[in-house]
């Protein structure tokens, strides 16, 4: 059923109000609260009516029933001063005073699970596309309902951050709560690629949390994981999950973007698709890998001027060629990358990815680390689950001499994403700070953890060498050093200041010392 009132259309089928054609965000209680008005609307109501039907005649403090009742009246236009919608009539209730049509919802009557598919379901958008479900709440605890859409609207709040991501709202994706409808089906009514769906479980103090993503094309299933905290402070848990969730669910996204560009044929290719698939080769880290990403961010571009993160990871595709000494031209690469950087920060002021690689290519290229710095501090504002930010703000900060904040962003962002295809990266950064403060094992032991994964790494060769040799373990340092002069036979000790932005003194003295005790020249 749909009711009409004002410019508002109340759809009960959809759980959905909008306002002069833009839908409103609302609670579920303060939808619930809403339709009983209006389906009670010929008598008052009264508190204890409203308490027994919408609360299940739960105790509910008069303060949060005014809350309740304030964000009705907010969401449909009205005020507790007007009242032109809604009416308190003093010691005896509320009723709804609008006048309103009713219609039958357009949306199909057919008994859950059994819905046909819908002639005009919405067409795949270009970009990636997700709906979170409500999740099923697995205690048979009224309380945790809401504490479980707190959760999922939190999660959906944390996506919506995320520029190339076409989010469904929560009004749309709640319609299926408590309905056993295939998510195939739900994938076709939305129009979306990809499912999010989850429960909590309350067993004493504990709350156990469960996410599962899955393609609606295909009905895979992508990424599954658990989540467990304590109810002292619900709040806090509920921010951490929904942090947690979006930052793991996130890469696989892209990952199964990735693999479907992939597969797609080169005529059909995208600007996005193109995107993808230096994307694909970005995270590799080879130099054959990046020679090979370069054009296709400038097709991408090519495709689409507008398109800020592919001018961004054409800027980075540089920044990776100057630090592993691979630059053949490095005046003109220099200059074109910060060129690329600084056209992402003009297009993409709002976007988190383009923010992130462009703001740490500026500080690499242009010298501007104060400058790359904000903008990655930017893009953890815009998008506080996206581990790229962190970790690159890392790296940043260790070059300007903060090397604990610079470890607990690298924390954040391993923890963020514990998968992540740039994991090798923010293992370097790692033992880079741990380096500059002297503790030179953990040093060691993450570079060689970075090692592992690339061992063409230039910067990580460097770190293991100079630990090595710092730490008195000769044999190690000389080994590692002559992988690394395999790597780049021009670095020297002269040119370190060149190759990276270090400001403190003390810091490149560590570096050179290290360096030139494990054999580089002068």
Same mark, same amino acid.
């Given at each position: 059923?749909?009711?009409?009132?004002?410019?508002?259309?109340?759809?009960?089928?959809?759980?959905?109000?909008?306002?002069?054609?833009?839908?409103?965000?609302?609670?579920?209680?303060?939808?619930?609260?809403?339709?009983?008005?209006?389906?009670?609307?010929?008598?008052?109501?009264?508190?204890?009516?409203?308490?027994?039907?919408?609360?299940?005649?739960?105790?509910?403090?008069?303060?949060?029933?005014?809350?309740?009742?304030?964000?009705? *009246?907010?969401?449909?236009?009205?005020?507790? +001063?007007?009242?032109?919608?809604?009416?308190?009539?003093?010691?005896?209730?509320?009723?709804?005073?609008?006048?309103?049509?009713?219609?039958?919802?357009?949306?199909?009557?057919?008994?859950?699970?059994?819905?046909?598919? @819908?002639?005009?379901?919405? +067409?795949?958008?270009?970009?990636?596309?997700?709906?979170?479900?409500?999740?099923?709440?697995?205690?048979?605890?009224?309380?945790?309902?809401?504490?479980?859409?707190?959760?999922?609207?939190?999660?959906?709040?944390?996506?919506?951050?995320? @520029?190339?991501?076409?989010?469904?709202?929560?009004?749309?994706?709640?319609?299926?709560?408590?309905?056993?409808?295939?998510?195939?089906?739900?994938?076709?009514?939305?129009?979306?690629?990809?499912?999010?769906?989850?429960?909590? *479980?309350?067993?004493?103090?504990?709350?156990?949390?469960?996410?599962?993503?899955?393609?609606?094309?295909?009905?895979?299933?992508?990424?599954?994981?658990?989540?467990?905290?304590?109810?002292?402070?619900?709040?806090?848990?509920?921010?951490?999950?929904?942090?947690?969730?979006?930052?793991?669910?996130?890469?696989?996204?892209? @990952?199964?973007?990735?693999?479907?560009?992939?597969?797609?044929?080169?005529?059909?290719?995208?600007? #996005?698709?193109?995107?993808?698939?230096?994307?694909?080769?970005? #995270?590799?880290?080879?130099? +054959?890998?990046?020679?090979?990403?370069?054009?296709?961010?400038?097709?991408?571009?090519?495709?689409?001027?507008?398109?800020?993160?592919?001018?961004?990871?054409?800027?980075?595709?540089?920044?990776?060629?100057?630090?592993?000494?691979?630059?053949?031209?490095?005046?003109?690469?220099?200059?074109?990358?910060?060129?690329? &950087?600084?056209? &992402?920060?003009?297009?993409?002021?709002?976007?988190?990815?383009?923010?992130?690689?462009?703001?740490?290519?500026?500080? #690499?290229?242009?010298?501007?680390?104060?400058?790359?710095?904000?903008?990655?501090?930017?893009?953890?504002?815009?998008?506080?689950?996206?581990?790229? &930010?962190?970790?690159?703000?890392?790296?940043?900060?260790?070059?300007?001499?903060? #090397?604990?904040?610079?470890? +607990?962003?690298?924390?954040?962002?391993?923890?963020?994403?514990?998968?992540?295809?740039?994991?090798?990266?923010?293992?370097?950064?790692?033992?880079?700070?741990?380096?500059?403060?002297?503790?030179?094992?953990?040093?060691?032991?993450?570079?060689?953890?970075?090692?592992?994964?690339?061992?063409?790494?230039?910067?990580?060769?460097?770190?293991?060498?100079?630990?090595?040799?710092?730490?008195?373990?000769?044999?190690?340092? @000389?080994? &590692?050093?002559?992988?690394?002069?395999?790597?780049?036979?021009?670095?020297?000790?002269?040119?370190?200041?060149?190759?990276?932005?270090?400001?403190?003194?003390?810091?490149?003295?560590?570096?050179?010392?290290?360096?030139?005790?494990?054999?580089?020249?002068?």
């Amino acid at each position: 059923m749909q009711f009409l009132f004002g410019d508002c259309v109340l759809d009960t089928d959809r759980r959905e109000l909008t306002r002069a054609s833009e839908v409103i965000a609302t609670g579920p209680q303060v939808f619930d609260l809403l339709v009983y008005l209006i389906q009670n609307r010929e008598h008052v109501v009264s508190k204890d009516d409203v308490l027994d039907s919408v609360w299940s005649g739960r105790t509910v403090s008069e303060s949060t029933l005014t809350s309740q009742l304030n964000a009705v *009246r907010k969401a449909v236009g009205d005020s507790g +001063e007007q009242q032109r919608l809604i009416r308190t009539i003093p010691r005896k209730g509320f009723r709804f005073v609008g006048e309103v049509t009713e219609i039958q919802s357009p949306h199909g009557c057919s008994p859950p699970g059994t819905e046909p598919a @819908r002639s005009d379901a919405p +067409e795949l958008p270009d970009k990636p596309s997700i709906a979170a479900l409500a999740f099923q709440n697995m205690s048979g605890d009224p309380e945790q309902e809401y504490f479980a859409d707190g959760v999922v609207e939190d999660i959906i709040t944390a996506l919506s951050r995320i @520029r190339w991501l076409f989010v469904v709202a929560r009004n749309s994706s709640f319609t299926y709560k408590g309905r056993a409808v295939d998510v195939k089906q739900i994938g076709r009514e939305l129009g979306v690629r990809y499912v999010l769906e989850g429960s909590v *479980r309350k067993s004493a103090n504990r709350v156990r949390i469960t996410g599962q993503l899955i393609d609606a094309t295909t009905g895979a299933h992508l990424w599954a994981e658990r989540f467990e905290g304590t109810l002292d402070d619900i709040f806090e848990l509920q921010d951490r999950v929904a942090t947690s969730v979006v930052g793991e669910i996130a890469p696989q996204l892209e @990952r199964a973007e990735i693999e479907r560009a992939k597969r797609k044929p080169t005529e059909n290719l995208n600007a #996005h698709d193109y995107y993808l698939r230096g994307m694909a080769n970005l #995270h590799l880290g080879t130099r +054959e890998a990046i020679d090979g990403a370069l054009p296709l961010f400038e097709q991408a571009i090519k495709l689409d001027p507008d398109f800020a993160p592919a001018y961004a990871m054409a800027a980075w595709c540089h920044v990776w060629r100057k630090v592993n000494g691979w630059m053949t031209d490095h005046r003109r690469e220099t200059a074109e990358g910060a060129r690329l &950087a600084r056209r &992402a920060v003009e297009l993409g002021r709002d976007d988190a990815v383009a923010l992130t690689r462009a703001g740490h290519a500026l500080a #690499h290229l242009a010298g501007d680390l104060d400058g790359g710095i904000a903008l990655l501090d930017r893009a953890v504002m815009l998008n506080p689950s996206h581990a790229a &930010a962190w970790f690159l703000g890392g790296f940043l900060r260790v070059w300007n001499g903060e #090397h604990d904040s610079a470890i +607990e962003h690298f924390t954040r962002a391993m923890r963020l994403s514990p998968l992540d295809p740039e994991s090798y990266r923010m293992q370097a950064g790692m033992a880079m700070a741990h380096m500059f403060e002297g503790r030179l094992d953990a040093a060691a032991s993450w570079a060689d953890k970075s090692f592992r994964d690339l061992p063409s790494f230039l910067l990580v060769a460097a770190i293991v060498a100079a630990s090595h040799a710092l730490t008195g373990r000769t044999e190690e340092a @000389r080994r &590692a050093m002559d992988h690394l002069r395999a790597l780049d036979s021009s670095l020297r000790i002269s040119n370190l200041r060149d190759w990276l932005p270090i400001q403190r003194a003390d810091d490149l003295a560590i570096f050179a010392d290290g360096l030139r005790k494990a054999g580089l020249p002068e």
